[in-house]
């Protein structure tokens, strides 16, 4: 709802509803009932107005106003509740609120102002109680599922967060969102066989549901189920073969744990994209590994400019200068600081003076006070006159 219909014609149906059910205006000597009434409702209307427009020193005197004219409006309780609890003023927001939900016990909208300042308060189950009632009634709406699953997770109450996921999976059916949720919630309570029953269910009823695959063999790699794991990701590969979600999945959960050969033999897979190859060189752990994954990739003309300027950096700290360079001179434009730094080194010691030249005079107008710089300076001026 926007922020104009809510002040608005929400205000004015409370109004409605309010006036409809109070027995009488309560009036002022020299006027009549529909004197009272045209005037509560100017009022009324006013408020609202001063209200949207941020005025709350006038929106509370109408509201007041509206009161004095009939003490049992509830729609001006409600307003002045909602008034004071934008101010931060809770404990008069909470006064104003009970007073609309004693008069109008089944509203939805008081016994949310109410659930909101009973939490704000601190008075936390009286705040769960009001919105478990109001989702008891009005399943369908989704804002209440999320509020009580916020309470339930501040008050660490797992079982009820694990009850109410299933209560909106019920109501609404299953998803990967929901299903993500409940299997989380079931994990860290330690239940593990019934987050597998899940993805189990969710695969046997769609067996396309590549989160699904990517979910269990989660579980499975997390409860160091080995055998499982191969089985399950054997499956997913029949299923969805060239699945991007399934085969990044595959390399975290049982690719990267192989040995170096059965790595390069995935990398030497002309059925592999590019961005999964990729993939493994920023997944792969291992001084070894990565090496062989990066030579791999720069050599077949797959690396991006981050691969190839990582693994020159690393070459020249190993001082392998002129096969630096030669990574270096693979990638268009060196922006950064720290690679250009690198790349001004490896120049210098593999005697390219002339390129080191151009190098340094880059770094020179991008840190003219630099210390370091005018060292490197030095050092290529005695280089150049050995």
Not at 69 to 80: E, G, P
Not at 122 to 128: T, V
Not at 181 to 187: D, F
């Given at each position: 709802m ?9 205000p ?6 309010s ?5 009488s205006?309560t009036?002022i000597?020299s006027t ?12 009324y ?6 209200k ?8 509370k005197e109408?509201?007041?106003k509206?009161l004095k ?12 509740a ?9 404990d008069?927001?909470?006064?104003y609120?009970?007073n ?12 949310e ?7 704000i ?8 109680l ?8 009005f399943p ?10 916020e309470?339930?997770n501040?008050e660490?109450n ?14 609404f059916?299953?998803?990967?969102k929901r299903i993500s ?7 860290s309570q330690?239940k593990?066989e019934?987050?597998k029953a899940?993805?189990l269910k969710?695969?046997?009823?769609n067996?396309l549901n590549d989160?699904?695959y ?5 579980i499975?790699?997390f ?15 029949e ?10 999945a595959?390399i ?6 192989k040995?170096?050969?059965?790595i ?12 999964v ?6 997944r792969?752990n291992?001084k070894?590994?990565k090496k ?6 720069i050599v077949?003309n797959?690396a991006s400019?981050?691969?190839i300027?990582n693994e020159a950096?690393?070459l ?8 630096a360079?030669?990574y ?7 922006s950064s ?15 390219e003076l002339?390129k ?6 880059r ?9 370091s710089i ?5 050092q ?5 006159n050995?």
């Open positions: 926007s922020r104009v219909a809510k002040y608005l014609l929400l004015c149906v409370l109004l409605f509803l006036c409809g059910g109070s027995k205006i009036t000597p009549t009932p529909d004197l009272d009434a045209e005037r509560l409702n100017r009022y209307i006013n408020a609202v107005s001063a949207v427009k941020e005025d709350y020193p006038t929106a109408l509201f007041n509206c004219l009939d003490k049992n409006n509830a729609a001006s309780h409600y307003q002045l909602d008034v004071y609890k934008i101010l931060s003023n809770y008069s927001a909470l006064s609120a009970k609309a939900l004693e008069l109008e016990p089944k509203n939805k909208w008081y016994r102002i109410n659930g909101d300042l009973y939490w308060t601190r008075d936390r189950p009286k705040a769960i009001l919105y478990e009632g109001l989702l008891e009634e369908e709406t989704r804002a209440y599922y999320s509020r009580l699953q309470f339930y501040r660490k797992t079982d009820k967060e694990i009850e109410l996921v299933k209560k909106e999976i019920a109501y059916g299953s998803n990967n949720k409940l299997s989380n919630l079931l994990l330690g593990n019934e987050a899940l993805w969710e695969i046997k009823e067996p989160t699904a990517e979910k269990l063999g989660r499975y790699f409860g160091k189920e080995q055998e499982k794991l191969e089985t399950h990701y054997k499956e997913a590969f299923k969805l073969p060239y699945n991007s979600k399934i085969t990044k595959y975290e959960h049982v690719l990267l744990a040995p170096l050969n059965a390069m033999q995935f990398m030497a897979d002309d059925s592999q994209p590019k961005e190859k990729l993939f493994v060189y920023e792969v291992g070894d590994k062989a994954v990066a030579k791999y990739l077949n797959l400019d981050d691969v300027l950096v690393y020249e700290k190993q001082g392998k200068y002129k096969e360079v030669s270096f001179e693979k990638v268009a434009y060196i600081d720290g690679p250009l730094e690198s790349y001004f080194i490896a120049l210098l010691a593999a005697g002339l080191a030249e151009e190098v340094l005079e770094l020179e107008e991008m840190f003219p006070f630099s210390n005018k060292s490197y300076r030095d290529l001026n005695n280089a150049k050995k």
